[in-house]
């Protein structure tokens, strides 16, 4: 016979348990205003070379994107709004210094904030893009 005791915690376990896959989803989902925001700074800052469609040169590809193609050869999309590997401090990284063709920003030209939050929309992208891809 079970106590009733025991069935509780049964009950309260499995509750827990749900509850906290539910929160470990939510801190996994990116902050809606932050995306929001780093859309807007990703449209101003990033997009003219790391976009889509093709450069006013009639290249095919936006300057960055096409650096990134190559570089890449198709093993990650050149596109940063498909990837799911650019974190804050990673952007931070390569914002500020510079790689490549690509020069670097100072503070004034884009902040670490509006970095963090073009990291959030950058993960909001991706994120948005594999849930549509299930």
């Known amino acids: 016979m079970r106590s009733r005791t025991g069935s509780t915690c049964v ?16 801190a996994d989902a990116p902050d809606a205003n932050a995306a929001a925001h780093g859309a ?12 889509r469609g093709p450069g006013l040169d009639g290249s095919p590809m936006l300057p960055g994107a096409a650096a990134l193609a190559a570089k890449y050869q198709g093993k990650v999309s050149p596109y940063l709004e498909e990837r799911s ?14 790689t490549g063709a690509m020069p670097m920003f100072r503070r004034t030209e884009i902040s670490d904030a509006e970095i963090e939050a073009v990291a959030a929309y950058l993960a909001a992208s991706a994120h ?6 299930r």
């Open 40 to 51: 807007a700074v990703f449209a101003r800052t990033c997009e003219p070379c790391h976009g």
């Open 128 to 133: 948005g893009r594999s849930a549509a891809s």
């Open 85 to 98: 590997d650019l974190n804050a401090a990673l952007l931070r990284y390569y914002v500020r210094h510079g």
């Open 11 to 26: 009950v309260l376990l499995a509750a827990i348990g749900v509850a906290g896959a539910a929160a470990v989803r939510a």
